[in-house]
């Protein structure tokens, strides 16, 4: 995983993540998450089950795992 910084990342629901590299590292693209922590890339909070902006694709919380699963499922098959 793909980071702003190689350092480990505690999620709103306490879920932990390490990422591997950081982004200034470079070689993002052999990767198949990158983390994007809220605040650091100039998010904005939409309040919706699924977000798509291009071809990143957000969800809120565990609860919306249906919709965005269905959503990551269909961008994968265009």
């Known amino acids: ?7 480990r990342y505690i999620g ?3 879920c932990t993540v ?3 590299i950081a982004a200034a590292e ?12 809220g605040g ?3 998010s904005e909070y939409v309040d919706e ?7 990143l694709i957000t969800s809120r919380y565990p609860p919306d795992l249906g919709d965005f ?3 990551d499922i269909e961008a994968a098959s265009e």
Do not use: L, R, W
């Not at 995983?1 to 350092?7: A, F, I, L």
């Not at 198949?32 to 922590?37: E, Q, W």
């Not at 089950?49 to 071809?55: A, E, K, M, R, S």
């Open 1 to 7: 995983m793909v980071g702003p910084e190689k350092t």
């Open 12 to 14: 709103k629901h306490g």
């Open 18 to 20: 390490d990422a591997d």
């Open 26 to 37: 470079g070689a993002t693209q052999g990767f198949d998450v990158v983390i994007v922590p």
């Open 40 to 42: 650091y890339a100039g």
């Open 49 to 55: 089950p699924v977000v798509i902006d291009g071809n």
């Open 69 to 71: 699963c269905h959503a």
